[in-house]
């Protein structure tokens, strides 16, 4: 039993039963085992009021051998290097799972954004890149907005990085404002290549989208979209939370209004909903459990109580193994994260390859080419977990493994 969240253990583990079921050698597994770089650095920042702090700063590089690097960065207290590390192993493994020609990568800095200025938050976002000097780059390494940070901050990285370098190159980082070469759809693409793939399971499985019920667990970028998208498409969204507070109405919640009233009031409330807690939330009764908030939310403890028979994880590593152990047990569906959250970084691919072309698309141009991409990665697992008699996580690794293995044994790693 784990009594703690350690996120790097459970890649391990993971990726021991994947390694065991493919049969890979010592060479292969030490490369999926041990990221190829690990960067940690001291920023030291002045506040507004002049006092001097310093920041403990992160980036973990994990194996490019399908391509550079490629992870976001997140303010968070709690991105220590353990975190960072399984986040940077899970993306190699994300990008192989959609096939983009991408390795892992991410970047945390330890701090509170919600305790800093708008003033504050620049001056650290460039001085991270400052201090990663050499480390970032279109052909190398390509940054990405994660937890706790916008479009915004990715503009002044990109600002700083190109003051460095002395030319051009937006290509070196995603997820950035549009005036500075994003790419369109781009906000709502994690949760959008979220909602294909459920779309393909519900699909599959012959279900009526106006009898499902679905709880939301998250508010941010990608849970507030996917609410929003699942409302229009006629799903009935019976449960949402923030950070804050969670909300339940059997009857049904409308996102689009809870959004609105939270930008006005600065928390979720809506007409006849019920205030419960995150605990509650997780076991409310509901098809479809969408945990887009943290990790590690789905455990030994809050996985027995929960009622959805599909899981849509949209957070990066919101099960635990014990919680995926339970879920395998009782029959329930987990669309696991290196799928089901893998939009982004698909469209940050589409965002890397227009930067360098510099020919944009339109936004319909790039979910034309999010849908396929997010459908035949889902139906790949599927097969590949009816022939393996396997969940869609353990699936997902052997594709994902499999791929980076054939890149590694190209390059005479075997």
């Not at 490369?31 to 973990?60: C, F, H, M, Q, W």
């Not at 059997?250 to 809506?270: C, F, M, V, Y």
């Not at 469209?347 to 141009?365: A, I, L, P």
Request: hydrophobic share 40%; with cysteine.
């Amino acid at each position: 039993m784990h009594q703690e969240n350690k996120p790097f253990a459970f890649y391990l583990e993971r990726l021991a039963r994947t390694a065991e079921s493919l049969d890979l050698t010592p060479e292969q597994r030490t490369a999926l085992e041990t990221p190829n770089a690990v960067i940690e650095k001291e920023l030291s920042i002045v506040r507004d009021d002049g006092r001097k702090e310093t920041l403990r700063a992160y980036r973990v590089q994990f194996n490019n051998a399908r391509g550079p690097y490629k992870g976001g960065i997140r303010f968070h207290p709690g991105a220590d290097l353990d975190e960072v590390k399984a986040l940077a192993a899970a993306m190699a493994i994300k990008c192989a799972v959609v096939n983009v020609p991408f390795g892992g990568g991410k970047g945390g800095i330890q701090f509170d954004p919600k305790q800093y200025s708008t003033a504050e938050i620049e001056r650290i976002s460039r001085t991270f890149i400052r201090e990663m000097n050499g480390t970032f780059g279109i052909n190398k390494d390509i940054p990405a907005p994660d937890v706790y940070t916008t479009p915004q901050i990715m503009g002044y990285m990109l600002d700083e990085h190109e003051k460095m370098v002395g030319e051009s190159e937006p290509g070196m980082i995603t997820g950035k404002p549009i005036a500075l070469g994003g790419s369109l759809g781009r906000d709502t693409s994690t949760a959008q290549g979220g909602v294909y793939v459920l779309e393909e399971l519900v699909t599959m499985r012959g279900l009526d989208r106006e009898k499902l019920r679905v709880v939301v667990q998250g508010f941010g970028n990608a849970g507030y979209h996917a609410a929003s998208i699942l409302h229009e498409l006629g799903y009935r969204i019976v449960g949402l939370s923030d950070s804050k507070n969670a909300l339940l109405d059997p009857n049904g919640l409308d996102p689009i209004a809870i959004h609105r009233s939270k930008q006005e009031h600065g928390t979720l409330a809506s007409p006849g909903a019920r205030t419960v807690t995150n605990e509650e939330l997780l076991a409310a009764d509901c098809d479809i459990l969408i945990p887009a908030a943290l990790d590690n939310q789905l455990t030994a403890t809050t996985a027995p109580k929960v009622k959805a028979s599909i899981i849509l994880e949209l957070a990066n590593g919101p099960t635990s193994p014990e919680g995926d152990a339970i879920f395998e047990e009782r029959g329930i569906t987990v669309i696991p994260d290196v799928l089901a959250n893998a939009g982004g970084v698909a469209t940050s691919y589409f965002e890397w390859v227009q930067n360098r072309q510099q020919f944009y698309w339109t936004k319909e141009e790039v979910f034309e080419r999010l849908h396929p991409l997010m459908a035949n990665a889902f139906h790949a697992i599927w097969t590949t977990a009816k022939e393996k008699r396997t969940s869609l996580r353990e699936a997902a690794f052997v594709l994902g493994v499999e791929r980076i293995t054939t890149a590694l044994a190209a390059r005479g790693i075997k």
